[in-house]
């Protein structure tokens, strides 16, 4: 029996929850008819923030020779669509499109469009700048865009436009990660549309569309849970009611003098797609969602026949009622429904659309762009440090330029075919250019808070191959290195130089000389510069950058050359080669060429690691299926890899055993596939840069560039990858938690998004490798772990992209990529530790930039915006400002289990943490920063009672969820931040 | 220079002009600026009633598949996007749709829309149930359909919804006679797409895109003079300013701080484009047609830009003024100039879009449909003659069904990719469909008037291939014959019959026995019926109807055969065959089985005449061109045409010489190609019925079937075909009037358009054939006349129908058409009486019915709705029943120089012209009926002094046009009705 729905509007409304006035929010809701079932229809579209086209074409509605498609009239015409009749409803999504459209609407449009937001007829779900990809995605990217688009609907709308509802209906997979940070922001539930399709089979027989999804191991329940549903149809309509521009379903044709009449066709089609639906779920609720890409351009259409879906289906009374809804209120219905929900802690990769097809390659999908993203990610978080810093010095902003246009850049570019990877080619290209704009206004805002001057600071953007005119033709230079680390951290810097001179080095806030030394360029390098610079050498030293803040150094060229450079020119050994520090050795194979054991010193371990750079040969189909390669399927044509070398060695071509600060070996596995292989003085990582390409497709195949690491290590076919780049999730091959996995890609099929690290580990010792950017990885037999770095194909995976991911780079013959893995070989138990900040290193690294020495910069020397730094388990993961303050985020970067000490919750007072800058007042926000963390509560949800005897999901003993949990709730007076493992708490500070 | 155009509102909403307030009309316009460049930009949209898609699936946007187009939303779409701005502007032209659209609004929305209407911001242009074809359709349906549509809108609207303006931007060719009617509607203006290639060039550098065009030679200018112009592009926007949903132009996109800003560009290219167009126009005034097919689904589109393009234009101050206009606003722009204009008097037959594109197939496309189309008209006048009967009778509407379902299907029909043959297949059949389905109603209310009972009569549609169940198996029954013509007829009538009995006919009037035979079946006719029926015979006698009345007999079936039928079997013979009555002798050939000679005995001429059924072999495109042969567009692969028959000879294969009522040469050509040749006993004509088809393809070959008539007679090149059923017009072989011509095509580019009749003529006598339906015809050298019969194709001719003319018919094979010519040989003089009267016989042939005998129906005799008959130069027609009253038009039916006698004015009476009706208020009526004459003046113009030169161009000394006649402007007590030559007058009986 089905309770009744009666709606408690009094008590909904109450003080903590945000109600603008007293219909807003869950009280818009129609509920239906609790004897009937009842459908949701839920107008809405689906609007990529490029993807065919770019942003700025899908906005206008330009290049619609490629598709039409034009978001400014799916605006326009909904919203004239919405003012004819009150029961009609939309819901819009992406910000990057509505805040566009926003500003270019009369007053009189506005307030329109205000009263449709008041009253629930136009509903914002999601709320983001866009709708991220959940694989490719570090969560601070994540965080940005959720926060750039849901503070501009509160800062527009008020309270009544917050998304109550997350809504990932495209993305190719889910994380689980996203669904904690979305439980973070406060949205009482998610629902998306891919998932494997043996997942949804069982789900659709198991009623388990819908579930609690526990997104922290960490986190209190219910602190990261969230109500996730699947939609039945991906987010399209049922078959045969798709009435837009580009369907091509009948209309309810009502004219009964005609020969087309069709509502008693349409009616019982109607019903029975509702009743076939309503068999794979709970309640006597189910959601429908009406459109599709682009689609309520013409938003007359849709609104038109299902005004009259809904007259004639609830007139026939075949006790349907079919109503217009969002999926907020189908949620709400689901919650005021007396039901329990079962507990998912798993996630929802690798997305498999059916056998052989899995959405696995765009995991690693455009490298270049993957890194550009996640190295603009620190260029704006550098860029609102300094707004902040300025902020504190000026209380007011004195800067010409700002970190807006970078915000509105990464926020697009975490689009799910954006940094995905799986857009067209020349809309990859215009993401690249908006990063690159937003970079440019933000390097203006850097060199003006720190040298005075907007154009003072020289930044080169090819420092990693060792291209900067500025500093290889300069007599005198400084370079400044900024970190955006709350904590100390020394770096070594790799500055390029004319090789022929060398060079002193001072550090210019204590005068001191600081140790140096010149690496040659290697051949890797040079084939990727081509004619683009010619720089000899880089010059190295360790740069030691305070917490937040800036260390500025002096280099000047001297003219006789120094006996720093060991062991040049490059010259070919025999033998086994060795490399070493303080902390590892590392033995190359002098036959092979190749790496064959890691020795740990100050753990004492030592294993063979065997580590190749290889080839899986992408596919064009085969008789099991035509499933091709593409942008966004991983399908390689056999399951074991290619060498890439003939005789599948690298060829050893320098070691430099004696360098006091760097010892490295050069790889060569082709002329389009090389490695460095790198220990620093004092550094407890082994550094492997790669480099590759123009992958070559001359014999047709296009392939898929994989580094793997081969141990004897037995691993039970386990292996563990973060992510987001937080908490980090154990995979097992050919297995997947909640169901019978029949693989049918032995590779693809256990490939896994890495965002920032990878690793495996038998009962002792823990093989790690972080990454510089989103990559596939795997681990497909014992001991062996292995990351998909690049990858250039010919075929077209029929997602829709419609072309083949062949990147040809500038010059046309095929993109060059290179990239970084640390590698960290350890105990279990200290790995965590490890692995956790040296994360944070990679993914943080300081800033570099170069001045002139003058006798203004002679007297910079270095700075901090701390008054001490931040404990080494506390990540600033935020600090910006915002029209009503400066908004910071405070993480605890360990998770409960990861490390005795670091682990511990760790308090930080933000009322003594920055100079310059004591706040009056601090305000807990949710993580969006779009609401006060008081004004709003989450509706709570019943779980089923056999979730509640499994242990494993269901970690404590209230049998309901409430709103109480572990977190401290008061700061006292000197905003005393207590932050447990993995919690990441926002404040709005004044 | 340029003189003011300011507008002189009072002046202009004088008492006889069409004010409803006062604005309206013409006072609504925006006239731009008189020392610029003025724009008038229009949107518009251009919705086939049927072509690619049925008339329903177009409104309800169904059968998305084949085109995406739905015309409900395009209404709804542009009236939403009219409100939102009172300075655009939309016209609308098919009332098919609209009328349609209205009946579903609610009432707010019919406010909203009067008060558009009312502003001018939504106007209505021709305003006819369709935009009709010029080439296939009859005057009389041309007439019906724009009273259908105009009579809408005036009774919806008001005077101030009237069309101002013609618009026939897509027919294929442009008729004299539709120019003539306009002007008759009470139409100030035409505007159009489509003219020759050639004949557009030189208009363009003769600044002639505008003329005045003189539609009769009959009719005292200006009565049929109407102001016509050209289109710059057809009926499409220039290029790169299509904004519509089906197009790729780009946007404008005026947000500068994007990559893509093109407001400048777009600016420079409309200037440029508008400068160019006004090159080709006299004064400083262009229209653009912003539209095009089925656009503004999504009028946000187009407003949305047009709005920009305006704003940033006119801010351009580049001496170019744009703003939203009418073809109505921009017609009163150009009279407001001060300039003379030309005059036209021949026609823009035929069409060619480029060398070897001859629109001229069409003229025969779809045979079948075109006589279907033609019979139903008469269907159509007899429904419309009973129901005012009935309401002469009952001074109200008391019938069970009405002629409202014809009308709307005739309406339907006369679109021009219907009767014309261009549509769909499918589409064809929908338009056959709702014919057959008015005809139901019609044939329902013609029984309910004549018999008292909607399904006492039988009526049979298939008498023309001897099928009809009824007659065929009953002992007695009764034949009605009514006669819609308003004098009395005698037509043989052919009943089929069971072959073994004989029958006595008696006329149930006088009960006086009437003459009769049985006729025996052909081959030709076996071949139409399939197994469908098996009468063996037609019972031939001659009926007797009295003027717009019917006429009854009783047929008794005998059990004994008597001998009427002579030389029965068929037998084959050798040696010449004549036959002859006592009007004519014709003579075949016993070789060739062809006709020979033709003796008129009366008129003591005797000439030979060859006739045969001819192929030509569609062009699939050769080296010259690609142009195929297809729905719209004739080319022959060959210039000369091929012989049916392998020897060139038809078969005799039965001579009945010695039949007292009618004799009959049978031919076969071959087994798709069969002629009979009659002379019925006191008729007036040698009657050619020809049965073609299946028309085989095996060969690969589409074939295009002419009838031609060969004769000595030393025709000069000249042939002279009617226009629209009405007058005739002079051709001349590979010449055009208006410029010289380029032939590239020496058959197809000297086709044209025959809707009743084709004559030849030499200095004494005169060949005319009269035609059934519309037919293409040409006269390709001295002596010769030809008539396409049938086509069909297999190559397709590109113009947007997407399927080839290859009508397959019920039985897959093919289809098979007949159809009669009447062939007239006689002196000049007294041939244009002959053609007139007979033509009008053919058109307005006795629909036939069946009845049981009861004592009911042995007492129905005749009857007839005339207190007398017409005179035999007026032409009833129409005859209907119209909200407001009786609507009755009397044509006069002779031109100026048709007969000495008949041509002369004549004057009917309308208070005693009907029984039972005698009018106590007549109002005369603009011929669309939907203004009083009263009510509306239209535009004067001034033509140039080089036209007023040319006697034969211009016929009258005045140099102004003025509103002056010579007709009739007072009805007097008796209601009088003067016609003048070719005059039709309009009015409404109270």
Chains 1, 2 share one sequence.
């Not at 600033?876 to 005795?900: C, N, Y």
Request: with cysteine; net charge neutral.
């Amino acid at each position: 029996m089905f309770k009744a729905f009666v709606l408690p509007l009094l008590l909904l409304c109450s003080a903590r929850l945000a109600c603008a006035g007293a219909n807003c929010g869950y009280q818009t809701c129609n509920l239906g008819d609790e004897n009937s079932l009842n459908v949701h229809l839920v107008p809405h579209t689906h609007d990529d923030v490029g993807w065919l086209k770019t942003v700025d074409q899908y906005y206008y509605g330009a290049n619609q020779k490629i598709v039409q498609a034009g978001v400014q009239y799916i605006l326009d015409s909904v919203v004239s669509q919405l003012l004819l009749d009150p029961n009609r409803r939309f819901i819009y999504v992406e910000m990057a499109f509505f805040a566009r459209w926003w500003l270019e609407q009369s007053d009189h449009v506005k307030s329109q469009v205000k009263m449709l937001v008041d009253e629930g007829r136009l509903e914002f779900i999601l709320g983001g700048w866009c709708m991220n990809d959940e694989a490719a995605t570090h969560y601070n990217a994540i965080i940005d865009q959720m926060t750039l688009g849901m503070t501009f609907l509160n800062r527009t709308f008020g309270p009544c436009a917050r998304p109550r509802v997350a809504w990932q209906i495209d993305p190719f997979g889910h994380s689980r990660e996203q669904a904690s940070l979305f439980a973070q922001m406060g949205f009482d539930g998610l629902f998306f549309g891919r998932l494997d399709f043996e997942d949804k089979q069982l789900r659709e027989k198991e009623l388990k569309m819908e579930e609690i999804w526990r997104g922290s191991e960490s986190l209190d329940s219910p602190n990261a849970d969230l109500f996730t549903g699947v939609n039945e149809n991906g987010y399209g309509p049922p078959s045969g009611f798709c009435f837009d521009t580009y369907c091509a379903d009948e209309p309810i044709m009502d004219d009964n003098s005609l020969e087309e009449f069709n509502v008693k066709d349409k009616v019982n089609f109607f019903v029975d797609a509702a009743r076939r639906q309503a068999k794979h779920f709970k309640t006597n609720h189910i959601m429908m969602t009406m459109g599709s890409d682009f689609q309520y351009e013409n938003a007359i259409m849709w609104f038109k026949n299902l005004d009259k879906l809904i007259k004639y289906v609830n007139a026939a009374k075949k006790n349907v009622t079919v109503f217009y809804s969002t999926p907020s209120c189908y949620l709400y219905a689901l919650n005021q429904a007396d039901k329990e929900w079962t507990v998912k802690t798993d996630d929802f990769f690798p997305y498999a659309e059916r056998p052989h097809s899995f959405w696995t390659g765009y995991f690693t999908s455009r490298p270049g762009l993957k890194a550009y993203t996640r190295e603009s990610n620190k260029f704006l978080q550098v860029c609102n440090q300094v707004e902040a810093s300025s902020y504190f010095k000026n209380h007011q902003n004195t800067l010409s330029r700002t970190s807006a246009a970078l915000k509105a850049a990464m926020g697009v570019a975490q689009h799910h075919d954006a940094v995905s990877g799986t857009s067209k080619q020349h809309v990859a290209n215009d993401y690249a250019k908006r990063l690159y704009i937003g970079r440019e206004s933000c390097k203006s805002v850097i060199s003006e808070v720190i040298s005075g001057s907007a154009s003072q600071l020289t930044f080169c953007d090819y420092l990693n191959v060792t291209l900067c005119n500025y500093t290889q033709n300069m007599q005198q230079f400084t370079v400044i290195a900024y970190n955006p680390i709350g904590r100390e951290i020394s770096r070594y810097l790799r500055i390029p130089v004319d090789g022929s001179a060398s060079f002193d080095v001072v550090d210019m806030a204590t005068g001191n000389s600081v140790a140096s030394e010149l690496v040659p360029v290697t051949e890797a390098t040079t084939s990727v510069r081509r004619n683009r610079g010619n720089a000899a050498s880089e010059l190295l030293f360790l740069a030691t950058e305070p917490a937040l803040g800036y260390q500025q150094y002096k280099v000047t060229k001297r003219s006789v050359s120094t006996n720093f450079l060991k062991k040049n020119p490059i010259s070919k050994t025999k033998g086994d080669i060795t490399i070493s520090n303080e902390f590892y050795k590392v033995v190359f194979d002098g036959n092979s060429g190749l790496m064959k054991t890691v020795v740990n010193s100050a753990s004492q371990i030592e294993t063979m690691i065997s580590q190749q750079l290889l080839w899986y040969n992408a596919s064009l189909g085969n008789s099991a299926s035509n499933q091709q390669s593409g942008a966004y399927v991983f399908r390689p044509n056999s399951t074991n890899p290619f060498h890439i070398s003939a005789d599948g060695k690298a060829e050893v071509k320098l070691v430099q055993s004696d360098n006091p600060l760097v010892q490295e070996v050069y790889q060569k596995f082709s002329d389009w596939a090389y490695q460095v292989v790198r220990l620093y003085k004092g550094k407890k990582f082994v550094e492997v840069e790669w480099t590759v390409g123009p992958i070559p497709v001359d014999d047709k195949w296009g392939k898929e560039i994989i580094s793997r690491y081969d141990t004897p290590m037995v691993t039970n076919g386990y292996v563990y990858t973060d992510a987001n780049g937080r908490e980090v999730l154990e995979r097992k091959y050919n297995y997947r938690p909640t169901w019978n996995l029949n693989q049918s890609e032995p590779v693809a099929g256990n490939y896994y998004p890495v965002n920032s690290r990878i690793y495996i580990k038998d009962s002792k010792y823990q093989l790690t490798v972080l990454t510089d950017r989103s990559q596939g990885g795997a681990s497909l037999k014992n001991g062996s772990l292995e990351l998909m770095v690049h990858r250039r194909l010919l075929g077209e995976d029929g997602k829709g992209v419609g072309e083949p991911l062949n990147e040809t780079g500038q010059f046309g013959d095929g993109l060059i990529v290179r990239g970084k893995h640390w590698l960290l070989l350890d105990t279990i138990t200290s790995s965590q530790r490890q692995h956790r900040l040296l994360a944070e290193e990679i993914f943080m690294s300081p800033l570099v930039a170069f001045q002139n020495v003058t006798s203004d910069t002679n007297t910079m020397g270095s700075g901090s915006w701390l008054v001490a730094p931040l404990p080494d388990n506390v990540h600033l993961l935020t600090l910006a400002t915002t029209p009503d303050g400066v908004l910071i985020r405070l993480e605890h970067q360990f998770t409960k289990s990861d490390d005795a000490e670091l682990s511990k919750p760790v308090t930080v007072s933000l009322k003594n943490l920055f100079k310059n800058f004591q706040p009056t007042s601090v305000e807990e926000l949710w993580l969006g920063a779009n609401a006060k963390k008081d004004d709003v509560t989450r509706l709570q949800w019943k779980l089923s009672e056999r979730t509640k005897r499994e242990n494993r999901v269901y970690n404590f003993e209230r049998p309901y969820y409430d709103v109480t949990n572990d977190f401290q709730t008061s700061l006292g007076d000197n905003f005393d931040v207590t932050l447990q493992p993995m919690q990441i708490r926002t404040f709005l500070m004044k």
